[in-house]
């Protein structure tokens, strides 16, 4: 069953202004971490922020952010003040604490900021 | 530090043909992975392996083998090339398996076509 879901698969925004990028999981295990990655278009994956499930305050990393609703389990990306850089694939991902650090993969989704 | 190596960056292989994607991390990481990309797709776990000398599957084993002897070296073997394992090949590694936010850390990803 998939465990991470982004419905997502493509998003416009201009520059300067900010995007959400939606992701909802599915876990039973009550320890997990929750994680966005960046992939521009030369192939890199590029860390981008994580959220634990027991952290009471949103993540934050400089323009990024992450809006963790934990009862409605889902774990939004927010870019704020987007640049033509942020232009790439993103993508969410799950680690279940009992897991061995496998990480569950959402499908992703593609943004293209224009000027 | 190197960090993650990957070898080769990119290879074309006849159908039926072998091939060994190469990996290699110097930060003494106990836990390492292979991940396949299709196009447009999140990853996708092959196998793992959390030490030397212990391996398992993920999600889509067949057709590949891995090896571990060593804690830096983590070979993906395979065995008699197929179309459908035309795909990105990302081998990943990590200090811990907990909740913890340190994620992973990526090769740069072989792209590899079987024609």
């Known amino acids: 069953a998939q465990k991470i879901t982004q419905t997502q698969p493509g998003m416009f925004v201009q520059e300067k202004e900010a995007v959400t990028l939606d992701c909802t999981y599915d876990t039973s295990d009550p320890s997990y971490g929750l994680f966005w990655y960046k992939q521009p278009s030369s192939g890199e994956m590029i860390f981008l922020i994580y959220?634990?499930?027991?952290?009471?305050q949103n993540a934050t990393e400089g323009r990024y952010s992450l809006n963790f609703q934990k009862a409605r389990k889902s774990a939004n990306l927010v870019i704020s003040a987007s640049q033509l850089g942020d232009s790439a694939m993103y993508f969410c991902?799950?680690?279940?604490?009992?897991?061995?650090?496998?990480?569950?993969f959402g499908a992703g989704t593609q943004v293209v900021v224009t000027p | 530090n190197a960090g993650v190596t990957q070898t080769p960056k990119f290879r074309i292989l006849k159908i039926g043909q072998s091939m060994t994607l190469q990996c290699t991390q110097d930060?003494?990481?106990?836990?390492m992975y292979w991940y396949r990309q299709d196009p447009g797709m999140g990853l996708k776990l092959i196998y793992y392996?959390?030490?030397?000398?212990?391996?398992d599957k993920g999600e889509v084993p067949n057709g590949y083998n891995v090896s571990r002897s060593t804690t830096e070296d983590f070979p993906l073997r395979l065995e008699l090339a197929a179309p459908s394992q035309t795909s990105v090949y990302f081998c990943?590694?990590?200090?811990?398996?907990?909740?913890?936010?340190?994620?992973?850390?990526f090769g740069s990803g072989t792209r590899l076509t079987v024609v």
């Open positions: 959220q634990g499930s027991y952290d009471q």
């Open positions: 392996s959390v030490g030397a000398g212990i391996t």
């Open positions: 930060m003494n990481h106990n836990y």
């Open positions: 991902a799950m680690r279940e604490a009992d897991s061995w650090g496998k990480f569950q």
């Open positions: 990943a590694s990590s200090y811990t398996v907990g909740g913890e936010g340190t994620g992973y850390t």
